[in-house]
C-alpha cells in the first residue's frame, strides 16, 4: 500500500512541476489533462501527507521517551504518542478507502428511468412519487434534471419516465437506486381501507459519449410521427416525435418531449447509447462472477431493493437492512442518508479483498 502511495505522491508532485510550465500551459487540453489528474489525485495526496506527519510525532515523542528524564515532558509525550497512534490507525483506513479502485462511471451525468410495475393505476401514481423524488433530490444538490420522456396515466401518475441528469458525480450517488422499489399504502379509491402493494422499477444509466459505444446507423432504424399529449395538449402538426430501434438488440427508444425532430432525435440516441453501454456492462459482469460477488446486491433489476409503508411511515433498504421512519422526507429528496449507507457497505465489501 505504501509502495503506492509514494507513487501517486510523486506523480503528482511531478504534475505539480508540469502544469507551472510555460509550454503545458500553452497546450491548454495537455494542460487541463493534468489538472484533472492532479485533482483526482489530490484528496490521497493531502491525507499521505498528513499520515507522514502524524508519523513523523510518533518518532519524535518516542524519542523524548527515551532521552528525557524530565517527568512532565515525559507525560506530554506520552498523551501526544497515545493521540497520534490513534488517529494513525484511522487514517491508515481511510487511505484504504482512498485507494479503492473507482467505478470508471462515477462522475457521470445519470439517465434514469422509472417504470410503473405491477399494481395498476396506484403503481404508476407510486412511480410519479419516486420521479419527483429523484427530481427533489437533483434539484437539492442543484443538478440539473431534463426530462427526455414522459408517458403519463392522465390521473396522476406514470408508466414510463426518462430523464437526464447532470451534474458532478451523479452516478456515484445514484447507481444504487437501480431495482425494484415497492410501496404499501392504502389507496385513495380503497373504500375499505385494505393496505395495497405495488411496484415501480427504476434503472440509473451513466449518460455516455460516442467514444464509449459506437452506434453503427445502418443497424438503427428512425421512424417520425407526430408527437401527442393528453386532452389534445402538446400535439404537433408536424413529424417531431422520433422513434428508434436498434435492429442487433431490438432495444427502441421514443423522445417527443422538443418540438424540433433533430433534437429528439439527438435525445433518443443519447438514451440508446446509455442502454447499449449497461447491456455491454451487464454482460461484462456476468462473464467476471467473481467480481460481481463484490457489489452491493446483484444489480438485477427484478430484485426488490427497497419498501415504503406508508402507514408506518418507513422506508427500508433490504440490501443492507437499514430502516428509516422518515417517509414523506425521504419521498421530498432526502436521500443521502441512505445513499451514504449504501456507500460505505461498498466500500467495506470492497476492503475485504482489497
Given at each position: 500500500?505504501?509502495?503506492?502511495?509514494?507513487?501517486?505522491?510523486?506523480?503528482?508532485?511531478?504534475?505539480?512541476?508540469?502544469?507551472?510550465?510555460?509550454?503545458?500551459?500553452?497546450?491548454?487540453?495537455?494542460?487541463?489533462?493534468?489538472?484533472?489528474?492532479?485533482?483526482?489525485?489530490?484528496?490521497?495526496?493531502?491525507?499521505?501527507?498528513?499520515?507522514?506527519?502524524?508519523?513523523?510525532?510518533?518518532?519524535?515523542?518516542?524519542?523524548?521517551?527515551?532521552?528525557?528524564?524530565?517527568?512532565?515532558?515525559?507525560?506530554?509525550?506520552?498523551?501526544?504518542?497515545?493521540?497520534?497512534?490513534?488517529?494513525?490507525?484511522?487514517?491508515?483506513?481511510?487511505?484504504?478507502?482512498?485507494?479503492?479502485?473507482?467505478?470508471?462511471?462515477?462522475?457521470?451525468?445519470?439517465?434514469?428511468?422509472?417504470?410503473?410495475?405491477?399494481?395498476?393505476?396506484?403503481?404508476?401514481?407510486?412511480?410519479?412519487?419516486?420521479?419527483?423524488?429523484?427530481?427533489?433530490?437533483?434539484?437539492?444538490?442543484?443538478?440539473?434534471?431534463?426530462?427526455?420522456?414522459?408517458?403519463?396515466?392522465?390521473?396522476?401518475?406514470?408508466?414510463?419516465?426518462?430523464?437526464?441528469?447532470?451534474?458532478?458525480?451523479?452516478?456515484?450517488?445514484?447507481?444504487?437506486?437501480?431495482?425494484?422499489?415497492?410501496?404499501?399504502?392504502?389507496?385513495?379509491?380503497?373504500?375499505?381501507?385494505?393496505?395495497?402493494?405495488?411496484?415501480?422499477?427504476?434503472?440509473?444509466?451513466?449518460?455516455?459519449?460516442?467514444?464509449?459505444?459506437?452506434?453503427?446507423?445502418?443497424?438503427?432504424?428512425?421512424?417520425?410521427?407526430?408527437?401527442?399529449g393528453n386532452g389534445g395538449q402538446c400535439v404537433n402538426t408536424t413529424d417531431s416525435a422520433v422513434r428508434l430501434t436498434h435492429i442487433p438488440t431490438g432495444l427502441v427508444v421514443t423522445c417527443q418531449d422538443e418540438k424540433s425532430q433533430i433534437k429528439n432525435k439527438e435525445k433518443a440516441f443519447k438514451v440508446l447509447r446509455a442502454r447499449?453501454?449497461?447491456?455491454?456492462?451487464?454482460?461484462?459482469?456476468?462473464?467476471?462472477?467473481?467480481?460481481?460477488?463484490?457489489?452491493?446486491?446483484?444489480?438485477?433489476?427484478?430484485?426488490?431493493?427497497?419498501?415504503?409503508?406508508?402507514?408506518?411511515?418507513?422506508?427500508?433498504?433490504?440490501?443492507?437492512?437499514?430502516?428509516?421512519?422518515?417517509?414523506?422526507?425521504?419521498?421530498?429528496?432526502?436521500?443521502?442518508?441512505?445513499?451514504?449507507?449504501?456507500?460505505?457497505?461498498?466500500?467495506?465489501?470492497?476492503?475485504?479483498?482489497?
Amino acid at each position: 500500500m505504501f509502495d503506492k502511495l509514494d507513487f501517486i505522491l510523486e506523480k503528482y508532485e511531478e504534475l505539480s512541476k508540469k502544469v507551472s510550465d510555460p509550454d503545458v500551459i500553452a497546450d491548454q487540453p495537455l494542460w487541463q489533462k493534468h489538472i484533472k489528474e492532479m485533482g483526482e489525485m489530490e484528496p490521497i495526496v493531502k491525507k499521505y501527507k498528513e499520515y507522514k506527519k502524524a508519523k513523523e510525532g510518533v518518532s519524535e515523542a518516542k524519542e523524548i521517551l527515551e532521552l528525557e528524564d524530565d517527568a512532565e515532558l515525559r507525560e506530554m509525550a506520552k498523551m501526544e504518542l497515545s493521540e497520534l497512534e490513534e488517529g494513525i490507525e484511522k487514517m491508515e483506513d481511510e487511505l484504504k478507502v482512498l485507494l479503492l479502485p473507482k467505478d470508471p462511471n462515477d462522475e457521470k451525468n445519470v439517465i434514469l428511468e422509472v417504470r410503473a410495475g405491477t399494481g395498476g393505476d396506484e403503481a404508476a401514481l407510486f412511480g410519479q412519487d419516486l420521479l419527483r423524488m429523484y427530481m427533489r433530490y437533483a434539484e437539492r444538490n442543484r443538478w440539473k434534471a431534463e426530462v427526455l420522456e414522459i408517458n403519463d396515466t392522465g390521473i396522476g401518475g406514470i408508466k414510463e419516465a426518462v430523464v437526464l441528469i447532470k451534474g458532478k458525480g451523479a452516478y456515484s450517488r445514484l447507481k444504487f437506486e437501480s431495482g425494484t422499489h415497492r410501496v404499501q399504502r392504502v389507496p385513495e379509491t380503497e373504500s375499505s381501507g385494505r393496505i395495497h402493494t405495488s411496484a415501480a422499477t427504476v434503472a440509473v444509466l451513466p449518460e455516455v459519449d460516442d467514444v464509449d459505444v459506437e452506434v453503427n446507423p445502418n443497424d438503427v432504424r428512425v421512424d417520425v410521427y407526430r408527437a401527442s399529449g393528453n386532452g389534445g395538449q402538446c400535439v404537433n402538426t408536424t413529424d417531431s416525435a422520433v422513434r428508434l430501434t436498434h435492429i442487433p438488440t431490438g432495444l427502441v427508444v421514443t423522445c417527443q418531449d422538443e418540438k424540433s425532430q433533430i433534437k429528439n432525435k439527438e435525445k433518443a440516441f443519447k438514451v440508446l447509447r446509455a442502454r447499449l453501454y449497461d447491456l455491454m456492462m451487464q454482460k461484462q459482469n456476468e462473464e467476471i462472477s467473481a467480481e460481481r460477488k463484490s457489489q452491493v446486491g446483484s444489480g438485477d433489476r427484478s430484485e426488490r431493493i427497497r419498501t415504503y409503508n406508508f402507514p408506518q411511515g418507513r422506508v427500508t433498504d433490504h440490501r443492507i437492512g437499514l430502516t428509516l421512519y422518515k417517509l414523506e422526507a425521504i419521498l421530498d429528496g432526502e436521500i443521502d442518508e441512505i445513499i451514504d449507507a449504501m456507500t460505505t457497505h461498498e466500500q467495506a465489501e470492497k476492503m475485504k479483498n482489497f
